[in-house]
């Protein structure tokens, strides 16, 4: 009997290395798939379209709104971003896990449509370590990089909104910790219930 997948919503401060720490898990779990998000913001150097995002402009991102395409969208730093509804659902009705790599809003507005989703927030080991990571990317001036870690500092406040909370100090302790978390979410009982449905039909 194939078990729904998981549906993992990961989110943190810009800086946090979120980006990094999904790619490895997904280079270590063949039965985990990245949900790509849209967006309006510009692409950075490396950045493929369809693999990182699906870049937009932010008439076609509208246009994805009114025919209600995602399940969830804010607006972070001047940019629109949102994640398509079809490619989760396939994926989770197929048995596959899915990670989407979302903002605190669309978070919690994820987990009102999806109430067993899983939420996961990773954090810094500290916050002038999170400035030195931000600045190292070089891909920002000085009035974005303060603007993000101001926006670092909000997210913080809805930590106890999420199911499990990782610091992200080292990489591989990271994915080893979410690893650990998707082994435990699906041991629950109540991502069970049609096999202990079909235990009991037969325990009779």
Do not use: H
Not at 31 to 48: C, F, H, I, L, M
Not at 102 to 112: D, F, H, N, P, Y
Request: charged share 30%.
């Amino acid at each position: 009997m194939q078990q729904r997948g998981l549906l993992v919503v990961i989110s943190g401060p810009s800086g946090t290395g979120k980006g990094t720490v999904c790619k490895q898990l997904l280079a270590k779990r063949d039965s985990v798939r990245y949900s790509v998000s849209a967006t309006t913001r510009k692409p950075r150097e490396g950045e493929v379209e369809g693999q990182n995002y699906f870049f937009v402009t932010e008439s076609q991102f509208l246009e994805m709104l009114e025919k209600d395409e995602l399940i969830e969208w804010d607006k972070y730093c001047d940019n629109y971003y949102g994640t398509p509804k079809a490619f989760v659902d396939k994926c989770v009705e197929s048995g596959t896990d899915v990670i989407l790599e979302i903002t605190v809003e669309g978070a919690l507005e994820i987990k009102q449509k999806y109430p067993d989703c899983v939420l996961i927030f990773i954090v810094p080991p500290s916050m002038e370590e999170l400035r030195r990571r931000i600045e190292c990317r070089a891909t920002e001036c000085c009035d974005v990089i303060e603007k993000r870690l101001e926006q670092a500092s909000y997210e913080l406040k809805y930590v106890s909104k999420y199911d499990y909370l990782i610091m992200n100090d080292s990489v591989e302790d990271a994915v080893l910790k979410i690893e650990k978390v998707l082994d435990v979410e699906r041991l629950k009982p109540s991502r069970n219930t049609e096999f202990i449905s079909s235990l009991l039909s037969n325990g009779r």
